[in-house]
Nanobody, 127 residues
Framework: QVQLVESGGGLVQAGGSLRLSCEASGRTFSNYAMGWFRQAPGKEREVVAAISRSGGSTKLADSVKGRFTISSDNAKNTVYLPMNSLKPEDTAVYYC????????????????????WGQGTQVTVSS
C-alpha cells in the first residue's frame, strides 16, 4: 500500500480559500488514481473529487464544482485540492485516498474501492 499524508487544513472564514495537499510514499505514485473525500460530523463520508493516474481525467462533486479543483504532480508524488469560496457546509475532515489502477484515464468515486487512506485533515469554515 501507499502511505498518504494530508496537509493544508485549517480554520477559514466563509468565502475564503485553502489548498489541501496529499503526499504519497512507499509505492509508485503514477500507478494510482487518487481521490479526496470528506466526512462531516454525523454524516457519511462523501466523495469530493477524483483524478486519474495520468491527471488527464478528473471528477468533482456537484456541491464543489466551480469552487474546488483537483490536480496532481507525479514528480512530487502529490495531489492537490485547491478550495475557493468556502462555505460553512464544507466543514469536515478531508481524506486523501489512493487506488491502484491499470487504466491511465479512469478513476473511481466509490470509497470502498480505494486501497489506502490518509489520516485526514480538518477544514472548518466559519460563517
Amino acid at each position: 500500500q501507499v502511505q498518504l499524508v494530508e496537509s493544508g487544513g485549517g480554520l477559514v472564514q466563509a468565502g475564503g480559500s485553502l489548498r489541501l495537499s496529499c503526499e504519497a510514499s512507499g509505492r509508485t505514485f503514477s500507478n494510482y488514481a487518487m481521490g479526496w473525500f470528506r466526512q462531516a460530523p454525523g454524516k457519511e463520508r462523501e466523495v469530493v473529487a477524483a483524478i486519474s493516474r495520468s491527471g488527464g481525467s478528473t471528477k468533482l462533486a456537484d456541491s464543489v464544482k466551480g469552487r474546488f479543483t483537483i490536480s496532481s504532480d507525479n514528480a512530487k508524488n502529490t495531489v492537490y485540492l485547491p478550495m475557493n469560496s468556502l462555505k460553512p457546509e464544507d466543514t469536515a475532515v478531508y481524506y486523501c485516498a489512493a487506488e491502484r489502477r491499470v487504466g491511465s484515464y479512469s478513476y473511481t468515486t466509490v470509497a470502498a474501492e480505494y486501497d489506502s487512506w490518509g489520516q485526514g485533515t480538518q477544514v472548518t469554515v466559519s460563517s
